[in-house]
């Protein structure tokens, strides 16, 4: 079975600072991994994919994320963080041979980026 | 990229009733997706909704309480019957774009149960 795992319900960073949002996954075979976020009463927005390639993807807004395929780790990371980064952020997974298959969602990690 | 439309926006029902939520995507899809949103929660599958076929359930949810209609490739109803305070959420229709594997998102129902 398909899982995701964000281990921090929140994460707290100073506005100019790095961030990082960490996630991990459990799939039978390889994956596909995507950040959403999700600002208040607003719909999912997409942000970044790992599907093939690069490990290294970039996204929209600055937002990057690092696919480590021996820790089974997707983090996403941006240099320098905003406060209107702030928002609840979302890792979801789907394998790879199951390519029509809905996204399976991580519980969510809240960013808080303190002016 | 698939642009996606639902009804209502947000609902305020009384425990024992019925709403029906209408998903419409701008392009032809396969398969459709519904998803809930408890308060302060992760997004949780409902059920896949493919054209022609009985929409597919996944653990916990069965079709006498969330039955589903798939009419055509741009259409779907999620009915939400013989409602209680717990079914209080946002429900999000989805679709997936076979070229990029990108799943889009509608910008979801909020429904309110008193």
Redesign the interface.
């Given at each position: 079975a398909q899982s995701v795992a964000q281990p921090e319900d929140q994460v707290n960073v100073a506005e100019g600072n790095p961030l990082t949002v960490k996630c991990t996954y459990s799939v039978s075979g390889n994956p596909?991994l995507?950040w959403y976020v999700q600002y208040p009463n607003r719909?999912?927005q997409?942000l970044l994919?790992y599907?093939t390639g690069d490990n290294l993807v970039k996204g929209s807004y600055g937002f990057e994320a690092e696919f480590n395929k021996s820790q089974t780790s997707f983090h996403l990371k941006k240099p320098s963080a905003l406060v209107s980064d702030s928002a609840l952020y979302?890792c979801?997974v789907?394998d790879i041979g199951q390519?029509?298959?809905?996204?399976?969602?991580?519980?969510?990690t809240t960013l808080s980026v303190s002016s | 990229s698939a642009v996606i439309s639902q009804k209502p926006s947000r609902d305020i029902c009384q425990r024992g009733t019925s709403l029906t939520i209408q998903c419409q995507v701008d392009s032809q899809v396969?398969?459709m997706?519904w998803?809930r949103q408890q308060p302060g929660?992760?997004?949780?599958?409902i059920a896949?909704a493919n054209q022609g076929s009985e929409a597919t359930y996944e653990s916990g949810f069965v079709i006498d309480k969330f039955p589903i209609s798939r009419p055509n490739l741009t259409f779907s109803t999620l009915t939400v019957s013989n409602m209680s305070p717990e079914d209080s959420s946002i429900y999000?229709c989805?679709v997936?774009a076979?070229e990029?594997?990108?799943?889009?998102?509608?910008?979801?129902t909020r429904l309110t149960v008193t």
């Amino acid at each position: 079975a398909q899982s995701v795992a964000q281990p921090e319900d929140q994460v707290n960073v100073a506005e100019g600072n790095p961030l990082t949002v960490k996630c991990t996954y459990s799939v039978s075979g390889n994956p596909y991994l995507f950040w959403y976020v999700q600002y208040p009463n607003r719909g999912l927005q997409f942000l970044l994919k790992y599907i093939t390639g690069d490990n290294l993807v970039k996204g929209s807004y600055g937002f990057e994320a690092e696919f480590n395929k021996s820790q089974t780790s997707f983090h996403l990371k941006k240099p320098s963080a905003l406060v209107s980064d702030s928002a609840l952020y979302f890792c979801a997974v789907r394998d790879i041979g199951q390519a029509g298959t809905a996204l399976i969602f991580g519980k969510g990690t809240t960013l808080s980026v303190s002016s | 990229s698939a642009v996606i439309s639902q009804k209502p926006s947000r609902d305020i029902c009384q425990r024992g009733t019925s709403l029906t939520i209408q998903c419409q995507v701008d392009s032809q899809v396969t398969m459709m997706f519904w998803y809930r949103q408890q308060p302060g929660q992760s997004l949780t599958l409902i059920a896949t909704a493919n054209q022609g076929s009985e929409a597919t359930y996944e653990s916990g949810f069965v079709i006498d309480k969330f039955p589903i209609s798939r009419p055509n490739l741009t259409f779907s109803t999620l009915t939400v019957s013989n409602m209680s305070p717990e079914d209080s959420s946002i429900y999000l229709c989805s679709v997936v774009a076979w070229e990029s594997y990108e799943q889009y998102f509608g910008p979801g129902t909020r429904l309110t149960v008193t």
